[in-house]
């Protein structure tokens, strides 16, 4: 969900007009947005920025595991927790986070427990939802799954074969 965001767009927001124009601007790295501005950041962007997940593109789930116990390493997934916002915060969040989770986890839980799976190798969907080496509008990521920015995600892939484990698969019906 950080690599690929349900929401990869920006969500924008008009910074507030008072009475008369009394609010007072907005300023980020010393420039001033004035008010009535629309502003917005993207998830996308937040969730590839270096300085709040070092390799962003990698996939590193120990990224979030609490074994370093060091000052340092509770404030590096402090600042990486608080970074994460798949769903928005705050009063404009989704508001089926709760049960996305819970029905992600439960799927993703009997997914693996069922099943073992793979990528299908030497068809033509190698490389599908991937970037294009070369490519220049900031799609060139090879192994790097494409969203497409639009109000919800779109995407093409990934493709996998799932072959049951057993006859484990038997207890789903």
Not at 56 to 61: E, G, I, R
């Amino acid at each position: 969900m950080r690599i690929s965001p349900p929401i990869s767009g920006t969500l924008w927001r008009e910074l507030p007009v008072g009475d008369k124009g009394s609010e007072k601007p907005l300023i980020v790295d010393g420039h001033v947005v004035p008010a009535g501005t629309w502003v917005g950041v993207n998830m996308y962007t937040i969730h590839h920025n270096e300085d709040y997940f070092p390799e962003p593109f990698a996939f590193n789930p120990e990224r979030w595991l609490d074994e370093d116990v060091s000052t340092e390493g509770k404030a590096a997934r402090r600042t990486l927790r608080e970074a994460f916002s798949a769903f928005g915060v705050g009063s404009r969040s989704c508001a089926g986070k709760v049960m996305a989770y819970m029905e992600a986890n439960a799927v993703l839980a009997k997914t693996l427990w069922y099943f073992n799976f793979e990528r299908p190798l030497g068809t033509t969907s190698d490389g599908v939802g991937g970037g294009v080496s070369g490519d220049c509008t900031g799609r060139e990521k090879v192994d790097e799954f494409q969203i497409l920015d639009q109000f919800i995600a779109d995407h093409k892939g990934p493709c996998l074969v799932f072959r049951a484990r057993d006859d484990l698969w038997q207890d789903l019906e």
